[in-house]
């Protein structure tokens, strides 16, 4: 049973362009939301989180937007730059808010073309 | 610090050899994790230990599977025998909670690439 599912697959941005990548859940016990960006050969490095208690957190170029009724969330990367190109996974956890398991989306591939 | 490190790297083995995975978590995490990466399933928690203790190990494949934390510093994931399903990239994360903190980042080693022949 997939309790995160994120889409699209893969994505293609031109560069200064907004990239966006959402995800849905299915478990209510959900209280934490982090998304992880991964290069190849590398292990998944934190980029931001969201706690339920906000719709919205920002950092630099990256927003996250929370829909806590509709159990959705996305995320936006403002003015794309090609070293933005990565896989980016977006997950959830429950109990402790992270110091448990993460479930994890299957990932997006995103290319950020110059 | 180093960050969280994984041994070997690599791993290329024959089916029905056993296997061990080593991890090193960032000194003073009190949490470690082992996940599995592969392309049809992602990334899958298999279990994770708090203060060396198991806490939830239901992601286990199944019983060919064992993982142990004899202490703070050191960990082992072990697959006996191996088959070629097994074939993924495992990667070990650790983290330490913090009460004046809202996020709780894992940080995740480079990850020991497996191929089960």
């Known amino acids: 049973q997939q309790q995160v599912k994120q889409s699209p697959q893969s994505l293609i941005v031109q560069k200064g362009g907004i990239s966006i990548i959402n995800c849905a859940y299915e478990?209510?016990?959900?209280?934490?939301f982090p998304w992880y960006q991964q290069f190849p050969g590398k292990g998944p490095a934190l980029l931001i989180a969201i706690r339920p208690d906000v719709s919205e957190k920002k950092e630099g170029r990256f927003t996250i937007s929370f829909n806590k009724s509709a159990k959705q969330f996305s995320l936006h990367i403002m003015d794309s730059q090609p070293g933005d190109s990565a896989t980016y996974f977006c997950a959830a956890s429950s109990v402790g808010g992270g110091a448990d398991g993460l479930t994890f989306g299957k990932g997006t591939h995103l290319i950020i073309q110059p | 610090d180093a960050g969280v490190i994984q041994s070997p790297r690599h791993e290329v083995t024959e089916m029905g050899q056993e296997v061990t995975l080593r991890c090193k978590p960032i000194s003073g995490h009190d949490y470690l994790f082992w996940y599995r990466q592969t392309m049809m399933r992602g990334l899958e928690l298999l279990i994770y230990f708090n203060n060396n203790v198991p806490i939830d190990d239901s992601g286990m494949p199944e019983d060919r599977f064992s993982a142990k934390m004899p202490n703070a510093s050191f960990s082992t994931l072990k697959i006996q025998p191996s088959e070629p399903r097994d074939s993924a990239v495992y990667f070990c994360?650790?983290?330490?909670?913090?009460?004046?903190?809202?996020?709780?980042?894992?940080?995740f080693g480079p990850g020991t690439r497996l191929t089960v022949l």
């Open positions: 994360a650790s983290t330490n909670p913090s009460l004046a903190s809202l996020i709780v980042e894992q940080f």
């Open positions: 478990n209510t016990a959900f209280d934490y």
